[in-house]
């Protein structure tokens, strides 16, 4: 008895492990404003340190905004994580040119290697997402955005193309797996990300095809990130502490670290919610002037609950910013 109780209990635990080992990096593609904050660079770390982990395939890096530069910012990262070969998209119409006014990016771009020297060296964005989602197996891909939903809109609103005879509705429909997006504050309110460009934010929540799992503005709000980065003395010549070092003191209520609202969408996205949040079903709506309203009626779509201390989320955001390039 107690001979094939301890078989069932091997047995068990090298079912757990291989599941553990084998199961397959999360296909990702990050859309982001890459500033005016700089929450954006704690969560381009956070992807590249959870890829070198095994638990993403970085399929593209794209940009919501387009500031003259903003391709070469994001080359200048994926560089530094020795992926400079990840294919980044830039928006070629209509788009927010919100840059930082901390003026990091220009110390990214004059300190750090890139192979991006302007926006005309990259794709349109949703060209991209387009070529990207049609090359990748079915309900496999996972967008995470941070940014606006200026990209996203305009893929939904696609029709077909060289990549494939979809539409970006049905695209979409075929390929995604799931979206997060760190947008919105709930159950209600106003928050940037969904104001500033509101008509895509409303276009996008109303037609997305997918399960949408919202990090919210209070979610990240908590969570100060950077301090131990920026004090921590073996880290050196990394943009990502170049970047939280160059903003933290100019604005006073940074003195205990940056809010993490874009990591926490980017570390869900990877890891899942279930370790330290719930989710609240339902529907997102977006009034005309931005402003989210939540439809406990509706469904598709969940906003992250808290469900451990967001200590724990706080410490591992500063653990992950901190990780170094690994050689290829």
């Known amino acids: ?44 770390a956070i992807l590249h340190a959870l890829a070198d982990k095994g638990e993403a395939n970085i399929l593209a890096t794209v940009a919501s905004t387009r500031y003259e530069g903003v391709a070469g910012v994001l080359n200048a990262f994926n560089t530094y994580f020795n992926r400079p070969d990840i294919p980044i998209g830039v928006p070629k119409g209509k788009a927010l040119e919100l840059r930082d006014w901390q003026h990091w990016t220009d110390t990214v771009l004059a300190k750090y290697p890139h192979q991006i020297k302007n926006n005309d060296d990259v794709p349109d964005a949703v060209q991209l997402y387009r070529k990207m989602l049609a090359s990748q197996p079915d309900h496999s891909v996972t967008i995470v955005t941070i940014g606006f939903l200026t990209n996203l809109s305009n893929l939904l609103n696609t029709g077909a193309d060289e990549y494939s005879r979809l539409n970006g509705i049905a695209l979409v429909a075929k390929k995604v797996k ?29 037609t997305w095809p997918t399960q949408i799992i919202f990090s919210g503005f209070e979610i990240g709000a908590k969570i100060l990130a950077g301090l131990p980065l920026i004090h921590n003395p073996s880290i050196k010549n990394d943009p990502v502490k170049e970047v939280f070092r160059i903003s933290i003191p100019l604005a006073k209520e940074d003195s205990l670290g940056r809010k993490s609202w874009d990591e926490t969408a980017v570390l869900v996205a990877i890891r899942g919610y279930s370790a330290f949040y719930t989710l609240h079903p339902g529907r997102i709506k977006v009034a005309d002037d931005g402003k989210n309203d939540w439809d406990d009626n509706g469904n598709g779509q969940s906003y992250l609950v808290e469900k451990v201390d967001y200590k724990e989320v706080e410490g591992l955001i500063n653990e992950l910013i901190m990780h170094q390039p690994v050689k290829k």
């Open 178 to 206: 799931l979206l997060v997006c760190m947008a919105g504050r709930f159950p209600s309110g106003y928050e940037f990300n969904v104001m500033k460009d509101a008509k895509a934010s409303q276009n996008v929540f109303s």
């Open 1 to 44: 008895m107690r001979y094939r109780l301890l078989l069932i209990l091997i047995l068990m635990a090298t079912v757990s492990y291989g599941q553990t080992k084998s199961a397959k990096p999360v296909s990702i593609i990050f859309d982001s404003d890459m500033g005016p904050d700089y929450d954006d660079v704690g969560a381009i």
